[in-house]
């Protein structure tokens, strides 16, 4: 995949780096806030080779690309030319939209965690991994491999505020390294001692609450939010000449007591509040617990509200020490992967079935966003089938009060957190909720999804198909071409040309089916339902229409022959791009054979031969470019 085409490709239908007020990614989709999101062509995008969906939620613009869209970001970023990895300059983001406190509050809880996830999730994974070791007798607590290697898994959780200080300050605007030592001295290891031994000190004269703040989540973002009030009005007070100096010693002159003795103990307050809430709801109805969250987990991803949970799990694990939604969640993980072999098992469309099969080990590994965008919600059943599997599973996993003893993504690396009370149930949740969405879909979850008209009888007349060279040149195999997607065949087969001239001509009777507003490619249907792709050069799409003339509209009818689009070779080469000419046959699954014809120059003879199946031809989709 190129992955700076695809950027460029991506910022150009999305309304150009002016209409981006924010942009950065997750693990699997790139997340915009956009000052007018009717400027974005969503359909567009949904067609780019590389691109699985488009979603809109919680006031974002989620444009969903799988495992490479830190790559694609990334020239993303370079072709914006935007301030910092995350977002475009600050003066951009005076014109945004105002959004509602819902979304607000999603996009502040998603933007604060999503840059750490990942260190999370790892440093999770390995602390369960311990825990295992130590169950097994395979390592003691008291060696040094498992003192190192427990510091390298504890250490983002136990200074968790100071890492929560940083990119809260970076989402609300205010210094961040005063953010962080602001998250530091809460942490600073003489307060932690005296707290720790519940000893009492005195800020002139007023007791500070004996309070730990290691692995804690709410009282630093509420320290974040007054310190977001503070900084403008000292900035405001100090000249500019002194600003630098002044503005963060007076910050950390009032918020660190501050915090230690106000906002922390509100923030506290709040944490063991929900806490409380939380393990009240789940221990009065833990079956229906697990039910709801391993049904409609990943529709609370889908609307991008379940960054809300992400907290709350987090100040689960500082209260108590653990949480017990973790566990249920990855039912709903592994639903998803059983439902996407189901889809990889029964499906009979070829492109389908290999992001299906694809989709399977990484939804294992709790990246789900491709499998639901790409594989089981784009085909519905499937998607209904997960829930159903997760809601099984969820129920046998809550009614066995599983703990997580580490915050992780939820998925099957994750089950070593889950030693302990219940973990048995676990398995056998996890279990259920695989075959039962695997099965599910195997029997309902797939219609039948061969192209999409069958039976329908080749014309008598008719014994084979044949194409003209659309264009002047010499004939080279398509698997040469420097393009993988097209030399992979992955689109079809069909050969290239390196064009002599500058005329395409329809290489059959038909209709003209797709018509790129760039002029760089153009596809046509024969009159015997061949799906032909004719593409100019390759990247020449980041012309954008430069040194085309499309000649044709969309549904005319053309003959054989009939010039139907006219480039300027000279030119394109000129501009740095590679002319060679793809001829593609887009629906190869429904012929025999398509074979090149024995030829070494492109002169408008036959150059390829497409044997129709014996009985019957079917009609697919022409792929979108």
């Not at 974005?40 to 691109?51: K, M, P, Q, R, S």
């Not at 970023?77 to 819902?102: F, H, R, S, V, Y």
């Not at 100096?245 to 915090?259: A, G, K, N």
């Not at 509040?273 to 697990?290: C, E, K, T």
């Amino acid at each position: 995949m190129d992955y700076r085409e695809l950027a460029q490709q991506i910022l150009d239908n999305i309304g150009g780096k002016a209409n981006i007020s924010k942009a950065w990614h997750c693990a699997t989709r790139l997340r915009f806030n956009l000052k007018a999101v009717d400027k974005a062509n969503t359909e567009a995008i949904e067609n780019l080779d590389g691109v699985i969906t488009v979603v809109q939620s919680a006031g974002q613009y989620q444009v969903v690309i799988g495992n490479s869209v830190a790559k694609v970001f990334e020239a993303l970023a370079d072709l914006a030319g935007l301030a910092n990895p995350d977002t475009t300059p600050a003066a951009d983001t005076e014109d945004a939209p105002k959004q509602n406190i819902l979304n607000r509050f999603i996009a502040f809880i998603s933007g604060i965690f999503t840059p750490f996830l990942g260190a999370l999730a790892g440093a999770g994974i390995l602390k369960g991994l311990l825990a295992l070791f130590v169950a097994l007798n395979w390592m003691s607590v008291n060696s040094g491999q498992y003192k190192i290697w427990y510091s390298a898994g504890d250490a983002i959780f136990y200074f968790l505020p100071v890492f929560l200080a940083f990119t809260a300050s970076k989402q609300l605007h205010v210094n961040q390294f005063v953010g962080v030592s602001l998250g530091a001295a809460l942490l600073y290891p003489t307060l932690v001692t005296v707290m720790t031994n519940s000893t009492t000190l005195k800020f002139f004269g007023i007791p500070v609450v004996p309070t730990t703040y290691t692995s804690t989540v709410i009282p630093i973002l509420l320290a974040i939010w007054v310190l977001s009030y503070l900084e403008p009005v000292l900035d405001k007070i100090f000249p500019e000449s002194i600003r630098n100096i002044f503005t963060p010693l007076l910050s950390l002159l009032i918020m660190v007591p501050l915090t230690l003795l106000v906002v922390g103990p509100i923030g506290g307050a709040i944490s063991n509040a929900l806490a409380d809430g939380v393990m009240g709801i789940y221990n009065f109805m833990p079956i229906v617990a697990g039910i709801i969250m391993g049904a409609f987990w990943q529709v609370f991803v889908i609307f991008g509200v379940h960054w809300t949970f992400v907290p709350l799990m987090m100040n689960n694990i500082a209260k108590m020490g653990y949480d017990p939604l973790l566990p249920i969640l990855s039912a709903a993980v592994l639903s998803q992967a059983g439902a996407a072999l189901g889809v990889f098992l029964k499906s009979k469309d070829t492109k389908m079935k290999a992001l299906a099969g694809s989709s399977v080990l990484t939804a294992i590994f709790g990246i789900t966003e491709p499998t639901i965008y790409g594989v089981t919600l784009k085909l519905k059943r499937p998607f209904y089938c997960a829930v159903a599997g997760g809601a099984l599973g969820g129920a046998i996993i809550g009614a066995a009060k599983v703990h997580a003893s580490s915050f992780t993504l939820p998925s099957l690396l994750s089950l070593p957190t889950y030693l302990g009370q219940g973990f048995m149930g676990e398995v056998i949740g996890l279990i259920v909720a695989f075959v039962v969405a695997t099965v599910l879909t195997l029997l309902f979850g797939v219609k039948n999804d061969a192209p999409a008209t069958t039976n329908v009888k080749t014309p008598a007349n008719v014994d084979d198909d044949t194409l003209s060279a659309p264009v002047e040149g010499t004939i080279i195999p398509l698997t040469s071409v420097n393009d993988e997607v097209f030399a992979s065949e992955a689109m079809g087969k069909g050969l290239a040309i390196v064009p002599s001239n500058g005329e395409v001509q329809a290489p059959v009777d038909g209709t003209i089916t797709a018509v790129y507003p760039t002029g760089h490619a153009i596809g046509i249907t024969s009159t015997t339902g061949a799906e032909i792709l004719i593409h100019i050069g390759i990247n020449t799409v980041q012309l954008e229409g430069k040194y085309f003339e499309t000649l044709v509209k969309q549904n005319e009818t053309v003959k054989r022959g009939q010039v139907v689009t006219k480039f300027d070779a000279d030119k394109i080469k000129a501009a740095g791009y590679d002319t060679t000419v793809m001829v593609i046959v887009t629906n190869t699954a429904n012929y025999a054979a398509v074979m090149p014809t024995d030829a070494t120059e492109a002169d408008h003879n036959a150059i390829l031969t497409l044997q129709p199946q014996p009985e019957t031809t079917t009609e697919g989709d022409l792929a979108h470019v």
